[in-house]
């Protein structure tokens, strides 16, 4: 079989090419590999013609546009043909392979966000005393954009909060006079360390424990990136107004992001408990409720350690 | 404060080295955790100690390979480099 002898990436693009040419009979089947041993000769043929020349095959549509163009000379021409192709040829390969690594159309929710979203979520983030409702609302089997509900976890306040720790934590650093560039990627490199590690750890419990829940990853880094929100504004405030300060801004985002994870943590991995509104016991209960309070708790203690020293 | 990602990673090769030279025969079965003791927990949902074998089991038998080639990057690299 032909597909055996091509690579993976040439496969679909294998697919392409015949679908452009064939416009009059349009056949599904030239998507499904199994059939095409109908028509191995003319599909393998284009096929390795589309793998074997891929400047020889786009350069004649590609050179009759540059024919008007203010460069007379065929040698260069010739060469930004080739170059404008092999560009195009990098571009669909880049977008046809980048999904399997970063699920872009997973991400384009979490940053669906806008400016009264960003202001109530900070909100919620410092205060989540008051809030009574924290389920996330669904519309027909997916959930609602954070957009239009406050309880959506984003990825955009985790990422600005990140960098925003980073510059904080540069800036600290120099009024201590201890700062270097390169201090800077290693603050970033640590967080970014400490993030992945709780991640993992995280999802190992999860594992463990059998929950069957809807937390997919980015989700789980979605709320574990909202307590650089508190750190940064523990940081800021211990910079201007000293030491004790610092302490007592922290304590209260401490205190505050312990009581958001475990809101929020609750309706996700305790699904059942709480949708009957009682703790009910149980050997099972108890691990995750045990797991959501580890969680929880992890949180205050890593805003700690990652800013302790920053305030001197 | 030096945690960097490479540290990450180089901690991560090392805990699946861990489970990777874990011997089945001579110290799995002994502790109770081989492979064949645990698989007869059909009925209910799993509980820790089976997900924990059937972890271990998974990795040894997915990362043999892979960690054969990883070693021997890791091994050439920390010769070359330090």
């Known amino acids: ?312 | 404060m030096a945690f960097t990602l490479y540290s990450l990673l180089q901690a991560a090769l090392l805990c699946v080295n861990a489970i990777a030279v874990l011997h089945e025969e001579r110290f799995l079965k002994n502790i109770g955790w081989g492979t064949d003791q645990g698989i007869g927990g059909f009925e209910e949902e799993p509980g820790i100690k089976s997900q924990l074998m059937n972890l271990i089991r998974s990795v040894r038998t997915v990362m043999r390979v892979p960690l054969i080639i990883v070693n021997s990057i890791a091994i050439i690299l920390l010769l070359l480099f330090g």
């Not at chain 1, 699920?103 to 202001?119: E, H, R, S």
């Not at chain 1, 360390?193 to 995280?202: F, G, K, N, S, Y």
């Not at chain 1, 990853?217 to 574990?224: E, G, K, N, P, R």
């Not at chain 1, 409720?289 to 350690?305: C, G, H, K, R, S």
């Open chain 1, 1 to 312: 079989m032909h597909p055996a002898g091509l690579a993976a990436a040439g496969t679909p693009r294998q697919r392409k090419w015949p679908s452009k040419r064939r416009v009059p009979v349009s056949q599904p089947g030239m998507a499904d590999p199994h059939q095409l041993f109908d028509d191995t000769s003319s599909a393998q043929s284009r096929g390795y013609g589309a793998q074997r020349a891929p400047g020889g095959l786009g350069y004649p549509t590609a050179s009759a546009s540059p024919q008007s163009a203010f460069l007379g000379d065929p040698v260069s021409n010739m060469a930004m043909a080739y170059g404008s192709s092999l560009a195009a040829q990098g571009k669909e390969l880049v977008d046809k392979n980048i999904d399997r690594f970063i699920p872009v159309t997973k991400l384009k929710y979490y940053f669906a966000v806008d400016t009264m979203y960003v202001g109530k979520k900070l909100g919620l983030l410092f205060f989540p005393y008051l809030h009574q409702d924290w389920e996330v609302q669904y519309q027909q089997d997916t959930p609602v954009a954070p957009r239009f509900d406050v309880n959506a976890p984003d990825l955009y306040i985790p990422a600005m909060a990140f960098i925003t720790y980073v510059l904080v934590a540069g800036l600290a650093l120099g009024t201590q006079d201890r700062f270097s560039p390169d201090l800077l990627g290693l603050q970033a490199s640590s967080a970014l360390a400490w993030l992945t590690l709780e991640v993992l750890a995280i999802l190992l419990s999860l594992y463990l424990v059998t929950v069957n829940t809807d937390l997919t990853t980015i989700d789980l880094v979605a709320f574990l990136g909202y307590k650089y929100v508190g750190m940064i504004g523990g940081v800021l405030m211990g910079l201007l107004f000293g030491k004790v300060v610092y302490y007592l801004v922290l304590g209260w985002c401490c205190v505050s992001i312990f009581v958001f994870m475990i809101r929020t943590l609750r309706l996700k991995i305790l699904a059942e408990a709480a949708a009957e509104g009682i703790p009910v016991r149980g050997a099972r209960n108890q691990l995750r409720m045990y797991l959501t309070m580890a969680v929880a708790a992890a949180q205050p203690l890593l805003m700690y350690w990652l800013t302790f020293h920053l305030v001197r």
